[in-house]
């Protein structure tokens, strides 16, 4: 089973940028879709973004699509969130997790989360 460390959240201004982080346990990380999810204070989980197995295609939620930029680094078994222009609704705890891709359905066990405060 796969497990993820998400790391690299923190407090930051309206209008500002943060990188996440999801170190993955397997090295052959590209036979894996991966996404990143999060929980906003009093809203349901939400899929944000997720990268395609082999192929590297990318989706993104609406909320969140001309803002943030999912990547990854294969050599290092990482998936990254980069995130622009943030707004206070970006607010959240950040997991990522093994997931369908298109369609923000994850799959299997998540990290211990990463929170971004967005916060004037």
């Known amino acids: 089973q796969l497990r993820f460390v998400e790391s690299g959240g923190g407090l930051v201004q309206p209008g500002e940028s943060v990188k996440l982080s999801c170190t993955v346990s397997?090295?052959?990380?590209?036979?894996?879709?991966i996404g990143w999810f999060r929980r906003s204070p009093g809203k349901a989980i939400e899929g944000v973004s997720c990268?395609?197995?082999?192929?590297?295609?990318?989706y993104y939620a609406d909320s969140v699509k001309g803002r943030f930029t999912i990547s990854k680094d294969s050599g290092k078994a990482t998936v990254y969130l980069e995130m622009n222009g943030l707004q206070p609704e970006d607010t959240g705890d950040y997991y990522c997790?093994?997931?369908?891709?298109?369609?923000?359905?994850?799959?299997?066990?998540w990290g211990q989360g990463t929170q971004v405060t967005v916060s004037s």
């Open positions: 997790a093994e997931s369908y891709c298109p369609g923000f359905h994850p799959v299997g066990s």
């Open positions: 397997d090295q052959y990380m590209d036979r894996y879709s």
């Open positions: 990268i395609k197995a082999f192929d590297g295609r990318t």
